[in-house]
């Protein structure tokens, strides 16, 4: 099993939480790869960058945020998703973090469900939505290639 894990490494607590998970499950038989940048966040002393496209899973951890950002990835490469909480609330999150440190993560355990795709067409281009789409007036200043 590989699951290629996509952190929130802008918030520092995380970072070590992300740490302690991947050590976790490398310890019990889990391969865990990140992208490039993630891996030199969290170990900067050993190089754990791997291509997606390897992977079985792709695997936020934070909340609800990381969920829908490891979505657009999980969606790209045709992987399946788990959501691990790490965030205050994690309503899309599947599994909390204290409980895979506590108890490892036995993916058979899981019960996959399958979630609709919002699309929205917006000048020539499709976009893909796991949560829900903002219509305004105003630029919010973002990429939506992102």
């Known amino acids: 099993m590989r699951i290629h894990f996509c952190p929130n490494t802008l918030r520092s607590d995380q970072i070590n939480i992300a740490k302690d998970i991947i050590i976790s499950l490398e310890n019990n038989g889990i391969e865990c790869t990140l992208s490039e940048d993630d891996s030199m966040a969290i170990f900067s002393d050993l190089n754990r960058a791997g291509k997606i496209e390897d992977c079985d899973i792709v695997a936020s951890l934070g909340g609800d945020g990381a ?48 979630r609709s795709l919002l699309k929205i067409n917006y000048e020539d281009k499709e976009y893909n939505a796991l949560n829900d789409i903002v219509l305004s007036k105003s630029d919010f200043d973002f990429d939506l290639n992102a």
Do not use: F, H, M, P
Request: with cysteine.
């Open 67 to 114: 969920v829908l950002r490891a979505a657009q990835i999980a969606l790209v490469y045709d992987k399946k998703l788990i959501g691990i909480n790490a965030g205050r609330l994690g309503y899309l999150c599947a599994v909390d973090y204290k409980t895979i440190l506590q108890n490892g993560l036995d993916i058979s355990d899981l019960i996959e469900s399958k």
